[in-house]
């Protein structure tokens, strides 16, 4: 079963307005959650790494004014896109790593639309 | 510039025979390399991996080989199954993985025909 929920699974909103995404650790407690951004027929891009307590580490060229991260608890790491625009129209996904040597689990993605 | 390269966009295979997916990267930094495979609306998963002070390594159906002179790996799948039908992403890290920051290639669609 899924180890990392990511929610919502799609969203479309309005040109100007802001978008959350929540990215939780079901049943393990994830010390680093990184968020990443994937434009069609484009990679994975990683954005942001964030930490349990401190300030998310972001990625050149990512604005962290627009990408809002706040990793407040052990199991919940939030992406705000604040003012979104068409071109931040995007498929934004979560993963999630516990301490030591455990793997790093997705999220099933969210798809950002931007009209 | 694209650090990791996955040059095949697709690839489709008989059932039963192999499938061999490709990956090239230009960070000599690399030392940590890693599969995932996506399904449509999931996100992805961890398939295989292997450290660069390896050149190969075997899980079952899959085994990922290194060549480090010419920046290359790949992925072996036999025999291929129609569950394998997925797009297949080769990952690298620094430092061993440790830091878990992953730089992506762009993907290849396996498509595994009956």
């Known amino acids: 079963g899924a180890v990392v929920s990511q929610h919502p699974s799609r969203v479309i909103c309005k040109s100007g307005t802001s978008v959350k995404i929540e990215c939780r650790s079901l049943?393990?407690?994830?010390?680093?959650m990184f968020w990443y951004r994937q434009f069609p027929k484009q990679s994975l891009m990683l954005m942001a790494t964030?930490?349990?307590?401190?300030?998310?580490?972001?990625e050149q060229g990512v604005e962290k004014d627009k990408f809002l991260i706040n990793h407040a608890s052990l199991t919940l790491s939030t992406l705000t896109v604040t003012s979104a625009h068409p071109e931040d129209s995007s498929f934004y996904i979560c993963?999630?790593?516990?301490?030591?040597?455990?793997?790093?689990?997705f999220g099933n993605g969210t798809r950002l639309t931007v009209t | 510039d694209q650090q990791v390269k996955q040059n095949s966009p697709s690839l489709s295979v008989q059932e039963g025979r192999i499938s061999i997916l490709n990956c090239d990267y230009t960070?000599?930094?690399?030392?940590?390399f890693l599969w995932y495979k996506k399904y449509p609306a999931e996100g992805p998963t961890f398939l295989i991996s292997?450290?660069?002070?390896?050149d190969k390594n075997e899980d079952g159906r899959f085994t990922v080989f290194l060549n480090k002179s010419a920046k290359h790996l790949s992925l072996h799948i036999v025999p291929s199954q129609p569950g394998d039908s997925a797009v297949y992403f080769c990952?690298?890290?620094?430092?061993?993985?440790?830091?878990?920051?992953?730089?992506f290639g762009k993907g290849t669609l396996l498509t595994v025909n009956p």
């Open positions: 993963s999630a790593v516990g301490g030591g040597n455990s793997p790093l689990h």
């Open positions: 049943d393990f407690q994830a010390t680093t």
């Open positions: 964030s930490n349990e307590g401190s300030k998310a580490t972001y």
């Open positions: 960070n000599s930094m690399f030392d940590y």
């Open positions: 292997i450290s660069s002070i390896k």
């Open positions: 990952a690298a890290s620094v430092e061993g993985g440790s830091n878990y920051k992953l730089t």
